[in-house]
């Protein structure tokens, strides 16, 4: 195992400000944690062979700005993490295959449209099992991967490698606080209120939203993302108090009119 590498790659992440970074051993996902678990053919070593370790990097969602949401703010954001984490995964992997590890970077999506992922709403590798694995969170009632750090307010990119290195321990105590304000604020009642994963979303459902705020220019939706109250970003922001999200609460005023304010701008 090489410790070496892992302090390097830390550290690299460090200096280009990669906030979450978590490493699993491919292993790990021939030996399923729950039902139903990953499909062989979605596996690492079934998309690249040499894969002994998965390198996942984490970019978080600025919570000031997902609370626009839908809006062309949070559009923008997300666009540009997208783009942020394919370029970090990219220039990892390249870095490792610079080093003589064998490695691939895979994009944060995968699915090249929303109108695709209507019609099928599956990614050829998910990264929220790639993040669960390496040890960054667990799944909450939102079907999306919770963070200590960020809650479910971060994005995922995965690079397989040939090198071994030593993998985090997966987090075993649930971080989700079953407040129900993500199944409660759902416009399209795409989540049951039941653990994940006998309680899955209707990606369908939730596809058709997003495609129809995409064609405004205020996808993605992320309703249940911005109401969750896990994560230590509401401490730095200052937003533990949720009643902020009760637009009838005189009290936080001076916000709704802020958000309301962005999202009277649709991106067409
Ligand atoms: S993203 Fe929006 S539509 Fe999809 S599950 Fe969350 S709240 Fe519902
Ligand atoms: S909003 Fe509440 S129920 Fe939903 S994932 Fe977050 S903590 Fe769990």
Request: with cysteine.
């Amino acid at each position: 195992m090489n410790t070496g590498l892992k302090e390097q790659i830390r550290n690299r992440c460090t200096d280009l400000e990669i906030p979450l970074v978590g490493f699993a051993s491919a292993s790990r996902w021939d030996e399923p944690l729950f039902e139903p678990w990953v499909p062989e053919e979605f596996r690492p070593r079934a998309l690249f062979p040499e894969t002994n370790t998965v390198i996942v990097l984490g970019l978080p969602v600025s919570l000031p700005v997902i609370e626009t949401a839908p809006s062309v703010h949070y559009h923008e954001l997300y666009r540009t993490i997208n783009t942020l984490l394919d370029m970090e995964g990219y220039r990892l992997a390249e870095w490792l295959v610079s080093r003589r590890y064998p490695s691939l970077w895979i994009p944060r999506d995968g699915y090249g449209s929303i109108g695709v992922l209507r019609e099928n709403p599956v990614v050829f590798f998910s990264h929220r099992h790639a993040a669960f694995l390496a040890g960054l969170g667990t799944f909450g009632i939102n079907n999306t991967l919770l963070t200590p750090e960020f809650g479910p307010r971060v994005r995922f990119v995965s690079v397989f490698t040939s090198a071994e290195i030593p993998p985090d321990p997966v987090i075993t105590e649930p971080l989700c606080t079953h407040c129900m304000r993500c199944v409660e604020i759902c416009p399209v009642k795409a989540l049951s209120g039941r653990n994940y994963p006998e309680g899955l979303m209707d990606k369908k459902t939730c596809a058709t939203r997003s495609e129809a705020l995409f064609k405004r220019s205020i996808s993605p939706c992320g309703l249940c993302i911005k109401v969750c109250p896990v994560g230590e970003d509401r401490q730095r922001y200052g937003r533990t108090d949720m009643r902020i999200y009760d637009e009838e609460d005189e009290r936080y005023a001076r916000y709704h009119q802020a958000w309301k304010h962005v999202r009277a701008f649709w991106g067409r």
